[in-house]
C-alpha cells in the first residue's frame, strides 16, 4: 500500500507545474520581462546556477571573474532542488530593467533556507547586497514574509532592505546592458535545500498571499478547536488517551509553525536557532505522542502485549532523540528525525493491520488516518530528499494530509470512547442483573430503593415495597429437580413484570423472594397491585417443559413510606408484613 501511494505521489507530484512557458535552459541568459500573474512568474526556466563545493566563491569571483562564464542552466522544469549538500551555490538570472523599475518582488518560498545573500543590481553596473536566512532573527529580513522576499528595486543603501545588511556594492559590470538588470543569489543550508523563485508584482502576491495565508490560518483554527475540545473532554472524564491525542496535535502543529516559517515570523523571531530546530523536535515529539495514543485506542496492552512492547520500544526510542536533535548537527538531526518517521510510520501500520485483521473496529480509523498522514509525510520527505520536485502538493501536502489525519483521529478517539461507554454500561447491566430470570438483582434494587426513598422524601411523595415469596418452590425443586425450580422462577419473573408499569422495578430479591418498587403509589394502591399480581398468578398455571404443569402462588408483603427516612426500614416492614403471610397460611397479601 505505501508503495502504490508513493507510486501514486509521483504522478500527482511530477504532473502538477506551472504554466509558464517552458523555455530551453539556455534562455537564463535573456533578460525576463515578466507578466502580472495571479499566481506569480516561475523563475525556473530562466535560472543559471553555479556550484561552490569549498564555498570560498565571492560575488566579484562569480560576477567578473573567471566563473562568471562558469555558469550553466539549471537542468529539469522544476524548482531547484540540491536536498542535503554541503556546496554553497549561486543562482542568476537578468531582469528587464523597466520591470526592475516597476516594483517587482523576488520571493523564495522555502522557509528552511539558512543563509542567502541577495546581490541585486540596483542601478547600471551597480549591486546592492542584502543578507538574509533562518539564521538570522527574523527582523533582519528585508520584508515581513514568512518565506523571503526581496524588493528588486531597492535603492543602494536605501531602507528599503530594511535591517537586513543592504549594502552598495558598487559593482559595475561593463558587459552588461542597462537595459537589463542582473540578480545574483548565494545559497549554503544544512537543511534540504529547495530553492522555489518566482516574481511577483507587488499586488498580486498581496492577494496570493492573502488566501495562502487564510488557507494556513483556517488549518491551525481546526487544530486549535481540537486541542481545546479534547483538552476539555481531557478534564471532563481524566483519562489520559485525551491528554496524548492533545499533545500529539499540539506537536504537529507547532511542527507546522516551524516547516511554514509562522513560528519564527510571529512567535520565535528573535531566536533563529529554534526556528531551525523546532522542526526537528516536533516532529520527533509528533511520533512519540502519536505512537502512545495510538497503543490506547488500539488497546494493545491488553490486546497484544509483544506489539505493544515494540511499539512503546519506538516509542521510547523517539524521546530519547528529542534531546539529542537539539545537540546534535543540524544535518544529522535532520535525518535522524526523517529515519525515525519511516520507523514509526512502519511499526503503527503493523499495529493497526494488527488490530485490523484481530476484528477492533477502531483500527479503521486509525488506519485512514495514517495514510492520510503518509501521504503528506512521503511528499514532504520526497521534496526534502530531491526524490519529488516543489510544487504546490508536495509543499502544502503535508498541511492537507495532517488536516484530515487529526479529524479522522478525533473520530477514532470518540468511537473509542463511544465503546468504552457501551462496555461499562454492559458491564453495570450485568452486574445489577439476575443472570436467571433476567430481572434487576438485589444489589441493583436496594440501590435503586435509596435514591427513590430520597427522591420520595424531598418530593414529599409517596413509595411502597411489596416483597413476594413463591410459596412451596422447595416442594417443586425436591419433585422436578432445580432445572423445573429454575422454570418456575423465569415463569414467575416474566408474569410480575408484565403485570406492573413501565416506570415500577421488579428485581429477585434471592432465592424464591421478589422485590417490587412502587414510586408515587401509596398504601391502599400498592395492596391493590398486590392482591392484583396474586390473583394472576393463583389463575394462570405455569407449565414446564418436560414436567407438566405446576400451580403455583404467591405470598406478598406490603410497605409503604410513612415517617421513615432510611429505605432499610421500609424494607423491614414489608419483610414483617410477608412472614405474616406466610404464618396465616400463605397465597395472601398482608400490609405492614
Not at 153 to 161: D, I, K, L, M, R
Not at 421 to 450: C, I, K, M, P
Request: proline share 3%; hydrophobic share 45%; net charge negative.
Amino acid at each position: 500500500m505505501v508503495v502504490f501511494f508513493t507510486v501514486l505521489l509521483v504522478v500527482l507530484s511530477t504532473s502538477v507545474t506551472a504554466a509558464e512557458p517552458m523555455q530551453a535552459a539556455a534562455a537564463g541568459a535573456e533578460a525576463i520581462r515578466p507578466e502580472i500573474r495571479p499566481d506569480g512568474y516561475d523563475l525556473t526556466p530562466f535560472l543559471e546556477v553555479l556550484e561552490d563545493r569549498t564555498g570560498q566563491l565571492t560575488f566579484e569571483d562569480v560576477s567578473r571573474g573567471e566563473y562568471r562564464n562558469a555558469f550553466s542552466g539549471h537542468e529539469g522544469p522544476h524548482a531547484p532542488n540540491f536536498s542535503y549538500t554541503r556546496s554553497t551555490w549561486w543562482l542568476r538570472f537578468e531582469l528587464d530593467a523597466h520591470a526592475a523599475e516597476d516594483g517587482w518582488l523576488l520571493e523564495l518560498a522555502y522557509p528552511l533556507v539558512q543563509h542567502i545573500t541577495a546581490y541585486i543590481e540596483a542601478e547600471a553596473g551597480r549591486f546592492t547586497q542584502i543578507e538574509t536566512g533562518s539564521c538570522r532573527p527574523f527582523h533582519q529580513r528585508p520584508l515581513s514574509y514568512r518565506a523571503f522576499l526581496f524588493p528588486l528595486s531597492p535603492t543602494p543603501g536605501s531602507s528599503a532592505a530594511g535591517d537586513s545588511q543592504a549594502e552598495d556594492l558598487g559593482v559595475r559590470d561593463e558587459l552588461m546592458s542597462s537595459e537589463s538588470r542582473s540578480v545574483y543569489l548565494r545559497v549554503r543550508s544544512d537543511a534540504a535545500l529547495i530553492l522555489p523563485l518566482r516574481l511577483w508584482e507587488r499586488a498580486a502576491f498581496m492577494t496570493a498571499h492573502g488566501l495562502e495565508y487564510m488557507l494556513l490560518g483556517l488549518y491551525f483554527g481546526v487544530v486549535a478547536i481540537m486541542v481545546l475540545y479534547n483538552l476539555f473532554l481531557f478534564l471532563l472524564v481524566r483519562h489520559r488517551r485525551y491528554i496524548l491525542y492533545v499533545a500529539y496535535i499540539v506537536s504537529i502543529a507547532l511542527f507546522h509553525l516551524g516547516l511554514t516559517g509562522i513560528g519564527f515570523q510571529y512567535l520565535w523571531s528573535d531566536w533563529p536557532w529554534w526556528a531551525n530546530r523546532s522542526v526537528v523536535v516536533f516532529n520527533l515529539a509528533g511520533g512519540l505522542f502519536l505512537l502512545l495514543f495510538a497503543s490506547e485506542v488500539l488497546q494493545l496492552r491488553v490486546r497484544e502485549s509483544q506489539l505493544y512492547r515494540v511499539l512503546i520500544g519506538v516509542a521510547g526510542a523517539l524521546g530519547v532523540m528529542l534531546p539529542f536533535s537539539m545537540m546534535l548537527p543540524y544535518t544529522v538531526a535532520m535525518r535522524s528525525g526523517i529515519v525515525g518517521f519511516a520507523v514509526a510510520a512502519t511499526v503503527l501500520l503493523i499495529a493497526v493491520f494488527d488490530s485490523l485483521m484481530r476484528g477492533h473496529e477502531p483500527a479503521r480509523y486509525l488506519l485512514v488516518a495514517w495514510i492520510c498522514l503518509i501521504f503528506g509525510g512521503i511528499l514532504l520527505i520526497g521534496r526534502s530528499l530531491a526524490v519529488f520536485p516543489h510544487t504546490f502538493i508536495t509543499m502544502f501536502g503535508i498541511q492537507l494530509g495532517s488536516t484530515f489525519e487529526i479529524v479522522i483521529l478525533s473520530l477514532a478517539l470518540a468511537d473509542h470512547t463511544r465503546r468504552l461507554q457501551r462496555e461499562h454500561r454492559e458491564a453495570e447491566q450485568r452486574a445489577s442483573t439476575d443472570a436467571l430470570t433476567g430481572l434487576h438483582n438485589r444489589r441493583y434494587f436496594e440501590d435503586l430503593g435509596v435514591r427513590m426513598m430520597a427522591d420520595a422524601e424531598d418530593r414529599e411523595c409517596p413509595l411502597s415495597v411489596i416483597l413476594i415469596d413463591a410459596d412451596g418452590f422447595k416442594r417443586v425443586n425436591d419433585s422436578f429437580g432445580h432445572d423445573a425450580g429454575d422454570q418456575v422462577l423465569r415463569i414467575l419473573g416474566r408474569k410480575l413484570k408484565q403485570n406492573l408499569r413501565d416506570q415500577d422495578c421488579v428485581a429477585r430479591y434471592g432465592g424464591d423472594e421478589f422485590g417490587i418498587l412502587l414510586a408515587d403509589t401509596g398504601t391502599a394502591a400498592a395492596a391493590a397491585t398486590a392482591e392484583k399480581l396474586r390473583r394472576t398468578i393463583e389463575s394462570e398455571p405455569v407449565h414446564l417443559s418436560d414436567y407438566g404443569v405446576v400451580h403455583s402462588t404467591i405470598s406478598l408483603g406490603v410497605a409503604s413510606r410513612e415517617n421513615e427516612v432510611e429505605f432499610a426500614r421500609l424494607m423491614k416492614k414489608a419483610d414483617h408484613a410477608l412472614y405474616l403471610a406466610k404464618h396465616r397460611g400463605r397465597n395472601l397479601v398482608v400490609r405492614a
